[in-house]
């Protein structure tokens, strides 16, 4: 059980880092299809973040959540739901977009950290049981 989650989570943070490099590619000349992109890698991120707790975070509402109770800051919360809105309404100018995705992405990085955080410290618990048991 615990390999196959980690190896899950190994899979969401490589699809992650595949949908970053897209939005990457494609915030210049289709920012609709950028934000899609950048909504999925938080996603991605979330996802793997909730398997560490046992939970499989896919709803809308259940990632904002998440959001929250890891203290994330509410202007980069609306950043994503407007980045999230805006793959759907391609109504941002493009001054807008790239101030809302520097938030998002602002904000990947602080999920970034704390899933490696806490990858590192699940891992060295188990490490510590195994040792115990022996």
Not at 2 to 22: D, G
Not at 74 to 96: G, L, P, R, W, Y
């Amino acid at each position: 059980m615990i390999q196959e989650t980690l190896e899950e989570i190994k899979i969401r943070k490589e699809l992650a880092s595949y949908y970053f490099s897209n939005f990457e590619k494609h915030r210049l000349q289709d920012p609709a299809k950028a934000s899609e992109f950048l909504w999925g890698t938080l996603n991605a991120l979330v996802y793997a973040i909730g398997l560490l707790h046992g939970k499989k975070i896919a709803e809308h509402s259940k990632v904002i959540g998440i959001l929250k109770e890891l203290r994330m800051d509410e202007e980069s919360i609306s950043a994503a739901q407007m980045v999230h809105a805006n793959f759907f309404h391609d109504f941002m100018d493009k001054e807008t977009f790239e101030l809302q995705t520097k938030k998002v992405v602002t904000m990947l990085r602080k999920l970034e950290e704390i899933l490696e955080k806490e990858l590192k410290r699940q891992i060295k618990s188990i490490k510590h049981e195994r040792q115990v048991c022996q």
